[in-house]
């Protein structure tokens, strides 16, 4: 063991066994995620202070005021630097926010507010996010951070067939990723049809309409008994017909139509969810509102919109986004009927397994959610009125 007196961070250990769990005091990693690229930084607290006037000594202290305006400082600063190409195109941060850490036994732990902490493992944690509607070709990084401190820092690139390994140096600073994903395809929204019986069918409709004018022509202006008898009996089929086939008798059927089984509400029902997870790959609250536009009624839009940001949506410990990877089928405890013909309330429940990564730490999170949802007919889709998020948890705990 070769130890570092000054700072025994810089403490180095021969035995690969007892290497400590962050070898690099500065690590940046690119996350490609279907809505959104991150570019995020991991740097220690003593290699970040002098880019961004802080004296920090081993040893000190560090207040809860402190470690936020650190964290302001640091968010600040990598905004703004190592800039990030996207597409060939120079891009900027929509959101940057920074985290202080701490590095123990357990990996890097988000410190609490309220919280003092000690210089000696703290770390800063920053999060770039730049939203995009698509998967990107190629993004480009170039770190120009560089010190007598930052000689070398570790990138790691994170997409579906990842993570890939890497490192920049003053001497080649770029840090790329190119897409070579054979078999992604981007997930969107589907609308939920509507399955009734044929409401109309126009060809039909006219040809029995015509049978039954000329039919009322001959009964009233033929002049054989014979003709009027036989021209009497094909109009009494043809009105009928034609009333069918113009599609009054479904019509009215459906105005009075009954919620749908519980085994077609539970299909609707997972349908709806898989699009409500969908919706939730969209980074800023606004794009998640525009996605549901397709799956939601416009009266309910808005209230629904705020549920979905309060009770379903899932996050990291580092705040980005995590994607559901498994749902489970849902269970329906209840099902009403609504004023609403052929609409539905039920009051259900459905497991969820999401996945998340950031700042090279991949979180899996098992979710039961358990919610009031309303859902009608409109222009021949199911479309949601209502969501209540009654309960959100691990199913373990």
């Known amino acids: 063991m070769k130890i570092h007196w000054a700072d025994p961070w810089y403490s180095r250990f021969s035995a690969k066994n007892l290497n400590r769990k962050n070898q690099d005091g500065t690590s940046t990693f690119l996350y490609i995620e279907p809505r959104e690229v991150r570019h995020e930084t991991l740097i220690r607290l003593h290699e970040l202070a002098p880019w961004i006037d802080e004296t920090v000594g081993v040893g000190d202290k560090l207040s809860p005021q402190h470690g936020a305006k650190i964290t302001k400082r640091a968010a600040k600063l990598l905004s703004s630097r190592n800039a990030v190409s996207i597409d060939g195109k120079p891009a900027q941060p929509a959101i940057a926010t920074a985290e202080l850490l701490t590095l123990t036994s357990k990996g890097f732990q988000v410190v609490e507010p309220g919280k003092e902490v000690s210089s000696n493992n703290a770390f800063v944690g920053a999060i770039l996010s730049f939203p995009l509607a698509d998967l990107p070709e190629h993004v480009t990084v170039t770190w120009d951070m560089f010190d007598e401190k930052i000689s070398r820092v570790a990138t790691i690139s994170n997409d579906v067939a990842g993570p890939f390994f890497g490192a920049v140096t003053p001497v080649d600073p770029k840090f790329h990723w190119q897409n070579h994903l054979l078999k992604y395809k981007r997930k969107s929204v589907s609308q939920i049809p509507v399955v009734r019986p044929e409401e109309s069918r126009p060809g039909l409709a006219w040809a029995t309409g015509i049978i039954s004018a000329v039919s009322l022509l001959l009964v009233l202006a033929g002049t054989g008994k ?74 309910s839009l808005d209230d629904i919109a705020a549920e979905i940001e309060r009770g379903l949506t899932i996050r990291t410990p580092g705040g980005s986004l995590a994607a559901a990877t498994d749902i489970g089928s849902p269970e329906l405890e209840r099902l009403d009927p609504i004023s609403e013909p052929g609409g539905f309330q039920t009051l259900v429940k459905w497991s969820v397994q999401a996945e998340g990564g950031h700042w090279g730490h991949a979180h899996i999170r098992a979710v039961t959610f358990r919610a009031l949802i309303e859902i009608v007919p409109e222009a021949g889709q199911w479309k949601l009125n209502g969501l209540t998020v009654i309960e959100a948890r691990d199913p373990n705990a």
């Open 226 to 299: 014979v003709l009027k008898r036989v021209s009497l009996a094909v109009l009494i089929f043809a009105v009928p017909a034609t009333v069918y086939f113009s599609g009054s008798f479904t019509a009215l059927a459906w105005r009075n139509a009954s919620p749908p089984d519980p085994q077609t509400a539970a299909g609707i029902l997972r349908s709806m969810i898989e699009n409500l997870n969908t919706v939730n790959l969209e980074t800023t609250p606004t794009a998640r509102k525009a996605e549901l536009t397709p799956i939601v009624t416009a009266a």
